[in-house]
C-alpha cells in the first residue's frame, strides 16, 4: 500500500522556525493533492496548507505570509516551511496524500502517523 512518513516536528521558542517533511511511498502510480493538517489538545483537526499536484496552493487564514508549502513530486514529498512561529501553532502536524495506486483507477487519501510541533518559551 502507500505509507506516508512525517519528520522535522520538535520544540521551538517563540518567533523561530520549523520545516517539516512528509516522503510518501510504496505503490504509488500518482499523486494529486499534498496536505498539512494540525490538530491541538482539545480541538478539531484543520486543514493547515495544501497543494496541488500542478503546485497551486492554498493556506488556512492564521498561517498566511507565514507558513509555506511546497513539494518534489520527484521525491513524492511534501513540505511546510513554519516561520514567526506563534504559541498557538503547538499541535500535532499530519500531512495526507490523495494517491492513485499502481492498478487503481480511483484516488483514495492517506495520512501520516503524526508529527508534534510545540512553541514555548
Known amino acids: 500500500q502507500v505509507q506516508l512518513v512525517e519528520s522535522g516536528g520538535g520544540l521551538v521558542q517563540p518567533g523561530g522556525s520549523l520545516r517539516l517533511s512528509c516522503a510518501a511511498s510504496?505503490?504509488?502510480?500518482?499523486?494529486?493533492?499534498m496536505s498539512w493538517y494540525r490538530q491541538a489538545p482539545g480541538k478539531q483537526r484543520e486543514l493547515v496548507a495544501d497543494?496541488?499536484?500542478?503546485?497551486?496552493?492554498n493556506y488556512v487564514d492564521s498561517v498566511k505570509g507565514r507558513f509555506t508549502i511546497s513539494r518534489d513530486n520527484a521525491k513524492n514529498t511534501v513540505y511546510l516551511e513554519m516561520n514567526s512561529l506563534k504559541l498557538e501553532d503547538t499541535a500535532v502536524y499530519y500531512c495526507?496524500?490523495?494517491?492513485?495506486?499502481?492498478?487503481?483507477?480511483?484516488?483514495?487519501?492517506?495520512w501520516g502517523q503524526g508529527t508534534q510541533v510545540t512553541v514555548s518559551s
Open positions: 497543494i496541488t499536484s500542478g503546485g497551486s496552493t
Open positions: 510504496g505503490s504509488i502510480s500518482s499523486i494529486n493533492a
Open positions: 495526507k496524500a490523495v494517491v492513485r495506486t499502481v492498478g487503481s483507477s480511483y484516488y483514495t487519501g492517506y
